[in-house]
C-alpha cells in the first residue's frame, strides 16, 4: 500500500499571532511553527497502515524552506520520503492554488491512498483536500475516525452532526482525519537520527509544470483584504453575592429578564 | 453574465437542517442587495413537502433534486447534481452552511468549478454590489475580510451564526432532471444518536464542562437538560475519557456558536477559545477567579461548580 500523506506547516496553536504592518498577513518572525495537528493524525493513520500491510509512506508538503522541519518530523516518526513543494512564486497560494500544486506532484507519485487533515489550522479553509481528490478524480472521505482498508477496499467511519455514517470506497481514495482516529506517536531519537538520511525531493512550480500566474499570493481568488483582531467581548461582570444560590439568583436575573436569553 | 444567488439547503431523513434556513434567510438578503433573485436549491428523495417549507424564507425559486441515489448525502452525487445545476443557472453567489456536508461539498464544488471559497463565514458584507465575507482564521485570533475574483462566488456559512428571517413569497417551484452520475461512494450505514437533544454546532445553548468535574458531569447535564441545551466539553475531558470526541469544543473539536455558551470548570485555553468565542454570550463558572475564561465571559462566577450548579438548576426550575 502507497501512502501520501499531506502535511502542513502551522503556527503553534499557543502562538500569540499578530498582523504584520501590511494589514493582510501575520507577524511571523515570533512563531513556533508545528505540524498541522490534523496532519499528525494523518501521518500516525498512514504508519499505522504501513506496519500492517507493507508499503510506503511519502510526506507531501507545500510550504517555505523551514517547513522541511515538519517533514522531518513526519520522516522522524517513521515516514519513508518527503517531497517539499518549494518556491517563492508559491507563497500565500489560496486554497485552491495549493490543491492545484500538491495535485501536480500527486501526478508523478504511486499512490493507493492519500490522507489529510480535515483543516489547517491557519487560514482554517477546511478546503484543499476535497480539491486535491476532485484534481485526483478520487473520491473523499471527509472527518474520518476509524478507518479499514482490506482488498483494494477502503471502509471509513465519518463523522458527522449527531452520529457516524459508514462509508465504503473503492481505492485509490482520499480521506481527512478527525480526533478520535489514533493517539499521534512522538518521534524517537533513533527516528530523528534515521530521518536525516531520508531524501525529500524539492520541486519548484516549474517542475511541476503548474502555470506560474495561477498560484502565489498574487493569484489568489480569495483575496484577503484586511486582518483584523477578534471584537473584546465588554469586560466580565463578576456576579457577587454571598452564598451559592445568591450567586445563581442573581445570575438567572440576568439571563431571564436583562438578556432575556432564558 | 453571472447572476443570482444560489442557497443550498441540506436534508437528513427529509428534515431540513436548521442551517438551510440560515443560508435560505442570507441568501435572500444578499438577493435583495444585489437586486438579483433568489433560488433554493433542496436535493434529497422524496422530498417536494421541503419546497413548501422553504417559501417562508422568500426565494424566487425553488430547485427540487429528487432522485433515489440523493436520499443520503454523498459527495459524487450531490457534486454531480449540483454542478450541473448552478453551470446551467450561471449564479454569481452560491451560500451553503458550513456544516460537515457543506465543507466537505463546497470545497469539492469549488475545485469542480474552479471557483473562489470563503469557508465558514460569519458576517457578509454588501457594499455597492461588492460582497465582503468575514471569516474566523487562526483558531479566532484573527477575523479576515476576504473577496472573491469570478464566479461563483462560493461561500459556506457558519451555522447558527446568521438570522433565520421570515419573508414570505409565491416562489417558482421546479423539478429539473437530474444526472447523479458514475457514484463510487457506498454508505454502508448510518449510526445516529438517538432522543431529542439537541446538536452542539446546532444547540441555543450549550452547558460545557471541563476537568474541573473531575469526571462528574451529572450537574452539567441536568443543567443541559432543564434548558434544552447541549453538552459540550473541553479537551481535557475528552482526553480523560468523560466525554466522546463528539464533545469536544475547540481548535481540534467542534466550532460552536449558541446563544449562551456556559463554561463550568474550563480554564479557557486558547484552544478551547478557538471553538467557542463566536457565542453570543458566555457564562464562566470557575473556582479559580484568575482563571483566564473569565477573561473572555460576559458574566462569571467565581466558586465550586458543584454548589454553583445545582443552586442554579434550582433557579431554573423555579421559572417553570
Ligand atoms: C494542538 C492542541 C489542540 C488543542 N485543542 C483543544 C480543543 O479543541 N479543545 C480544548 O478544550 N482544548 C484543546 N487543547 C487543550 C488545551 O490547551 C487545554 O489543555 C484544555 O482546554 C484544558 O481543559 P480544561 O479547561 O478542562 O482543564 P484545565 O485547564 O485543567 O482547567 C480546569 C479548570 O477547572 C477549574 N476547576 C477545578 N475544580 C473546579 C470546581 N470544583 N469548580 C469550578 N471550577 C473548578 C480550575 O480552576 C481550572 O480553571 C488543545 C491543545 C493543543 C496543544
Ligand atoms: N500547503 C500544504 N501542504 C501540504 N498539505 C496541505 C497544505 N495545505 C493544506 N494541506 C492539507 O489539507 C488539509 C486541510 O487544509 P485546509 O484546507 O487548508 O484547512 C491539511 O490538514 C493538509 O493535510
Redesign the interface.
Known amino acids: 500500500m502507497d501512502i501520501v500523506v499531506l502535511v502542513k506547516q502551522v503556527p503553534d496553536t499557543e502562538s500569540l499571532v499578530q498582523i504584520a504592518d501590511d494589514g493582510v498577513s501575520i507577524k511571523t518572525q515570533d512563531i513556533k511553527w508545528i505540524m498541522n495537528p490534523y496532519d499528525e493524525l494523518a501521518v500516525e493513520e498512514a504508519l499505522q497502515i504501513k506496519e500492517a500491510q507493507g508499503g510506503t509512506v511519502t510526506i507531501l508538503t507545500l510550504g517555505p524552506e523551514k517547513a522541511v522541519e515538519t517533514i522531518r518530523t513526519a520522516l522522524a516518526m517513521g515516514a519513508d520520503q518527503g517531497i517539499h513543494i518549494c518556491d517563492p512564486a508559491a507563497e500565500g497560494s489560496d486554497a485552491l492554488a495549493a490543491a492545484k500544486l500538491l495535485a501536480a506532484a500527486l501526478k508523478d507519485l504511486p499512490y493507493d491512498l492519500i490522507i489529510a487533515g480535515h483543516r489547517a489550522v491557519d487560514e482554517d479553509n477546511y478546503q484543499v483536500a476535497a480539491a486535491v481528490a476532485e484534481f485526483m478524480g478520487i473520491p473523499q472521505i471527509s472527518m474520518v475516525n476509524k478507518v479499514v482498508v482490506s482488498d483494494g477496499k477502503i471502509t471509513c467511519h465519518r463523522t458527522i452532526e449527531g452520529g457516524t455514517v459508514v462509508v465504503e470506497n473503492s481505492l485509490p481514495a482520499l480521506f481527512t482525519t478527525q480526533r478520535g482516529l489514533n493517539e499521534p506517536r512522538y518521534a524517537s531519537l533513533p527516528g530523528i537520527m534515521k530521518a536525516k538520511k531520508k531524501p525529500v525531493d524539492v520541486k519548484t512550480v516549474a517542475d511541476l509544470g503548474v502555470d506560474g500566474g495561477s498560484v502565489g499570493a498574487a493569484n489568489r481568488k480569495v483575496k484577503i483584504k484586511a486582518f483584523n483582531l477578534p471584537p473584546e467581548r465588554q469586560a466580565v461582570r463578576m456576579i457577587q453575592g454571598e452564598a451559592a444560590a445568591d450567586k445563581a439568583a442573581e445570575l438567572l436575573k440576568i439571563l431571564h429578564e436583562e438578556i432575556k436569553i432564558i | 453574465m453571472a447572476q443570482g444567488v444560489f442557497a443550498i439547503t441540506e436534508q437528513r431523513d427529509g428534515e431540513l ?1 436548521k442551517v438551510s434556513f440560515e443560508a435560505v434567510s442570507e441568501g435572500r438578503r444578499v438577493a435583495d442587495g444585489l437586486g438579483a433573485d433568489l433560488t433554493a436549491v433542496v436535493l434529497g428523495s422524496g422530498i417536494e413537502g421541503l419546497a413548501e417549507e422553504l417559501k417562508k424564507y422568500g426565494p424566487d425559486k425553488i430547485l427540487v433534486a429528487d432522485d433515489a441515489a440523493l436520499a ?1 448525502y ?3 452525487a450531490y ?1 454531480n447534481v449540483l454542478a450541473e445545476l448552478i453551470q446551467s443557472s450561471d449564479p454569481a453567489v452560491i451560500i451553503t452552511g ?4 457543506g ?2 461539498l ?3 464544488l ?3 468549478l ?7 463565514c460569519v458576517e457578509i458584507k454588501l457594499d455597492n454590489g461588492n460582497l ?1 465575507y468575514t ?16 464566479s461563483p462566488q462560493i461561500v459556506a456559512i457558519r451555522p447558527n451564526v446568521m438570522d433565520i428571517v421570515e419573508n414570505s413569497k409565491e416562489p417558482a417551484i421546479e423539478k429539473p432532471a437530474v444526472q447523479v452520475g458514475d457514484l ?10 438517538t432522543g431529542d437533544k439537541p ?4 444547540a441555543d ?1 450549550i452547558v460545557s464542562g471541563g476537568r474541573g468535574t473531575g469526571g462528574d458531569y451529572a450537574a452539567v447535564e441536568e443543567l443541559a437538560n432543564e ?1 434544552g441545551a447541549a453538552v459540550g466539553a473541553s479537551r481535557s475531558a ?1 482526553d480523560e475519557g468523560w466525554r466522546p ?2 464533545d ?1 469544543v475547540g ?3 467542534k466550532t460552536v456558536s449558541p ?2 455558551y456556559v463554561a463550568c470548570g474550563i480554564s479557557g485555553a ?2 478551547h477559545l ?1 471553538g467557542m ?1 463566536t457565542s ?5 463558572i470557575n473556582k479559580d ?1 484568575e482563571a483566564p475564561i ?11 461548580l458543584f ?2 450548579l ?3 438548576i ?3 426550575k ?2 417553570k
Open positions: 437542517r443520503d454523498t459527495t459524487d457534486t458550513a456544516s460537515a456536508q465543507k466537505d463546497s470545497g469539492r469549488a475545485a469542480r474552479d471557483a473562489g471559497l470563503a469557508m465558514d465582503t471569516r474566523p482564521m487562526f483558531g479566532g485570533k484573527i477575523v479576515a475580510k476576504v473577496e472573491i475574483e469570478g463510487k461512494t457506498k454508505i454502508i450505514e448510518m449510526k445516529m444518536e446538536e452542539l454546532t446546532e445553548i434548558l475528552v470526541h463528539s469536544q481548535q481540534t473539536g446563544n449562551l486558547i484552544q478557538a468565542s453570543k454570550y458566555i457564562v464562566a477567579e473569565f477573561s473572555k465571559a460576559d458574566f462569571g462566577i467565581a466558586g465550586d454548589e454553583v445545582p443552586a442554579i434550582a433557579e431554573v423555579k421559572l
